[in-house]
């Protein structure tokens, strides 16, 4: 009997699947230039996309990407779908505005996310409404929403976790955050970097279509150390008085037990391939959920995934990752520099 991926015992964090690329909001920091101009994938393709996968091969399947997947009206079907097929662990990236639009206490009671990771990037009416140009008391009544049902329903998931992108532009505003978590009872933060390019990158003309991410002066690097220091040494107090656990997006002093051993070494190797696996609504493999995705190794639609992985592309990408040589887009990556993410 022919040996799969599986049986070999390689086992991602992460398989993501996004069911769309539409989004209901623009914010300031996404490459988006349009809400809904960009496409879905279909249930069928994404059944087919699917079938490539033995839930053995990864911890948690993630349906989304750049787009909000509460857009999609069969969200509810393809969560089922999803369950049936093995897949327990399902978690999805959203603004947090439509989840009254759904059926969201089926999708409570029959278990079928884990997690929901609710993108913010502040705790004030204004500063959200300047940086997601969408309702901020639409936000939270939705958020109070899934935690009455979960607690009407008694059940633990999904977990509710704010992803919050680090911009100078809402640095000061980041500890209120925390406030804003254990008020409406968010289960766990975690604080990323912006993902943004620099200009000899922009500048290629394949690269037209990333001029929304040159936006390198926001990233936290370019702000000073000792107010970042503070900021998250305030943000760590808080954790600790409301009990509320918190990832920072890399090795500061003031959270530095938060960190893993090779973040404290500072080393700038990269081990993406073997941890998380993104697939395009086209097909495209990609070898990680950074921006190094534009390194396309495949496509479901001309080879199976096992194909894909053992073939001459993924094969010279990974091998290159680990003698330290990246092509332009792993080298302004925040994983690839040593930072979390």
Request: charged letters at 30%; one cysteine or more; a positive charge.
């Amino acid at each position: 009997m022919e040996k799969k991926l599986y049986d070999y015992g390689i086992k991602w964090h992460y398989l993501q699947i996004p069911l769309t690329e539409k989004c209901n909001l623009l914010c300031k920091h996404c490459m988006r230039t349009e809400k809904f101009s960009e496409k879905d994938i279909s249930f069928d393709v994404f059944k087919k996309y699917l079938s490539n996968f033995h839930p053995g091969m990864c911890d948690t399947l993630l349906l989304s990407d750049f787009g909000e997947p509460f857009l999609r009206r069969d969200l509810l079907d393809i969560l089922k779908y999803v369950k049936s097929q093995g897949f327990d662990k399902v978690e999805v990236v959203s603004n947090g505005t439509l989840f009254d639009k759904h059926d969201f206490q089926a999708i409570i009671k029959e278990g079928l996310l884990r997690r929901i990771r609710i993108s913010t990037e502040a705790a004030s009416k204004e500063m959200y409404e300047k940086i997601r140009g969408g309702s901020h008391d639409l936000f939270l009544s939705n958020i109070k929403l899934v935690v009455k049902y979960k607690t009407e329903l008694n059940k633990q998931y999904p977990s509710l976790i704010f992803n919050v992108v680090c911009l100078r532009e809402n640095l000061h505003e980041l500890p209120e955050i925390m406030d804003l978590a254990h008020d409406y009872k968010i289960d766990f933060v975690c604080f990323v970097h912006l993902n943004s390019i620099t200009m000899d990158i922009l500048n290629k003309p394949q690269n037209d279509f990333l001029k929304k991410l040159c936006v390198s002066g926001q990233h936290l690097d370019n702000c000073d150390k000792e107010f970042k220091k503070r900021i998250f040494q305030i943000i760590d107090e808080k954790s600790k008085k409301y009990n509320l656990n918190y990832l920072p997006p890399e090795n500061y002093s003031a959270t530095e037990e938060k960190t893993n051993d090779s973040l404290k070494s500072g080393k700038s190797k990269c081990n993406m391939p073997y941890q998380w696996i993104q697939i395009g609504l086209d097909g495209s493999v990609f070898p990680c959920c950074q921006i190094s995705k534009k390194v396309m190794v495949g496509n479901l639609n001309d080879n199976s995934f096992e194909q894909i992985w053992s073939g001459k592309k993924f094969e010279r990408f990974r091998k290159d990752l680990e003698e330290g040589v990246a092509n332009d887009w792993c080298k302004i990556c925040n994983i690839f520099k040593g930072k979390r993410f």
